[in-house]
């Protein structure tokens, strides 16, 4: 098989030049993971599901054990976005993402040829004075070390996910801090990230269900709030930078029904410390899954699961694509009742579109939002991301 890597593929895309051509993050990464095999050739029918676990209901999470990878699933990310300023108070929002997938389990010794895993890694920036939108990516094998993922081993390995240069690290005590790097000085981050609240585990009884069946779902955890310092690069410009990060770690063998055509994610984080993580799925007919749903974590990091009907997202104006020919929703109001939550969200750039017809043929939107609202009657702002897949043209699940 001959390698794969970002020398291969697209390596910026600029919003306002029509050059998108990165990669979708995790939440539709069984679409990512077949359109990627098919750039490698390695698409086959059923690929080994029996090799791999399920998430299922049960399990107990712990850390920094979880932070770890879990090559005992099939899929698995690592995502950090945040919203960071420099010296003169201009905003930048970015999203930095691994994700690893497993073509076999990783049950017996491997030679340093052998794969077992891909690896992707993205990377994007939102200069959000400027209008901005960029982004990089990779991906590699995995073989002789290029690339890779370390599982929990007590007093050994130390938590590292890496791409050639590309890594995030866990530092300080017990790993609780991390450490991202990507790119280069032309494009890229060196931030180091720590955590203001302990991990908040999504869904009930150790699942986040996606789907009606066994098994169509993920264990998926967030630390919603990471104090953030550092610096970025653009354009050969070292810029200092410090700000809040949100970080998700995701892991399963097959979250999805095929009915489901896409959802609208929603990370959101309020000046009262109040964080609120929701995602609505949506059918073929339009409909929202019932098993949508989202999750409110406090200020002092204890956190409640929100079943769909305990919340609302209402669209409230659309852009279309000239690229892509894509509509998509464009700002939302989100409401919580019972929490006294009425918010309103809005992109800080309006064309945070990506479009990957050289990879992974996958076109979707994610960026930066600011949030203006009420809390339990009282104004209050915020900042937040949001991603929204399946509004572009349909994944071929043909080819």
Not at 280 to 308: A, C, E, M, W
Request: some cysteine; charged content about 25%.
């Amino acid at each position: 098989m001959r390698k794969v890597d970002c020398a291969c593929l697209p390596q910026a895309g600029i919003a306002e030049l029509g050059m998108n051509h990165t990669k979708p993050r995790a939440r539709i990464f069984l679409l990512f993971f077949l359109g990627t095999l098919v750039i490698l050739g390695l698409i086959v029918p059923d690929l080994f599901p029996e090799d791999f676990k399920r998430a299922l209901p049960g399990r107990t999470f712990s850390f920094p054990q979880d932070h770890f990878s879990h090559p005992e699933f099939k899929t698995e990310w690592w995502y950090y976005s945040g919203h960071l300023h420099d010296q003169e108070k201009k905003g930048y929002g970015y999203q930095f993402t691994f994700f690893r997938t497993g073509l076999k389990r990783e049950n017996q010794a491997k030679s340093k040829w052998a794969i077992q895993n891909l690896y992707f890694a993205h990377l994007a920036i939102t200069d959000e004075s400027k209008k901005r939108f960029e982004y990089r990516e990779k991906i590699s094998r995995g073989s002789l070390g290029e690339a890779g993922a370390t599982s929990y081993e007590k007093d050994e390995n130390p938590f590292r996910v890496w791409i050639e240069d590309w890594s995030l690290e866990g530092k300080g005590a017990a790993m609780g801090n991390h450490l991202l790097k990507g790119g280069d000085q032309e494009f890229g981050i060196e931030l180091l990230l720590t955590p203001e609240k302990k991990p908040a585990v999504h869904g009930q009884n150790g699942i986040s269900q996606k789907a009606a069946g066994e098994g169509y779902a993920s264990h998926y955890y967030s630390i919603t709030r990471l104090k953030t310092e550092g610096k970025i690069f653009l354009k050969k410009k070292e810029i200092p930078v410090q700000g809040t990060s949100w970080m998700d770690h995701e892991f399963g063998s097959n979250q999805l029904q095929e009915y489901q055509i896409g959802w609208d994610w929603f990370s959101i984080q309020l000046e009262n410390g109040l964080d609120l993580m929701i995602y609505q799925i949506r059918h073929q007919d339009g409909k929202i899954d019932p098993y949508s749903s989202g999750t409110i974590v406090l200020q002092n990091g204890d956190h409640h699961h929100l079943l769909h009907k305990e919340f609302q997202v209402q669209s409230l104006d659309r852009w279309k694509s000239q690229k892509s020919g894509a509509t998509y929703p464009s700002k939302w109001r989100v409401k919580v009742p019972a929490q006294g939550i009425e918010l309103i969200l809005v992109p800080t750039v309006k064309d945070q579109e990506l479009i990957t017809q050289e990879s992974t043929r996958v076109t979707y939107w994610e960026g930066s939002v600011r949030i203006e609202g009420k809390y339990q009657g009282t104004p209050i702002r915020g900042m937040g991301y949001v991603e929204l897949t399946g509004y572009g043209k349909p994944f071929s699940r043909g080819i």
